[in-house]
């Protein structure tokens, strides 16, 4: 829940412990009866919701977190191929410009260059390797690029289920406020002459500011 859901959420949950607690007050009043039911039946819902919002923020945070981990580890391995070519670059020609590091650009266009650099660095292997790369740099920077990917999709995947999440409140919170604005004119009527119900009720039914 944001902040302002929890607080409906609080407010919800005392204006139905007050109608619970004066209940034999509104005992021969159907639509009270009816408010109740209501929340009773949607409070426990937010509440369930609310735990899974903070699963699905935790969740997605973390794949974030992990895609700029992967992000990183592809940056790092081509940076290993770029800052070797340089010195080798002389041997070829016209080969001052492969294995340039790409800067500012999407993570798709990264993972593009990265696969571009692996196809790249095969034919020209040994010489890298003679200049001390591991005999495997190239699969791992594709065991890296497959990585990279693996958790763009998770993050992706956290990031729809968060947002439907957060869709799934409206419903409840839209039951409850419509269920709080019927009854607030009935527990005024029927505590007209009874000043401390009606301060209790203007206290509960009150949504507290941030």
Known sequence: MNDRERRLYEMFLRVLAFLQANAP???????????VAVLLAETPV?????EAKVTDTT???????FRGDNRDAVRDAMEDISD????MAKNYENASNKFRMPRGVSDQVLIDTARSFAAEATPLKADFVGRGMP??????LETKIDAFEASIRE?????IERVGTNASFKPSLDACREAVADVDPIVKMVYRTNA??????LVVSHVERR
């Open 25 to 35: 007050d509104f005992a021969n009043i159907p639509a009270v009866a009816a408010v």
């Open 46 to 50: 937010l509440g369930n919701l609310g």
């Open 59 to 65: 969740t997605a945070k973390d794949k974030t977190i």
């Open 84 to 87: 070797m070519w340089k010195p």
């Open 135 to 140: 005999d495997t740099f190239i699969e791992d």
């Open 155 to 159: 993050s992706s995947t956290a990031r």
């Open 196 to 201: 401390q119900k009606r301060a209790e009720w």
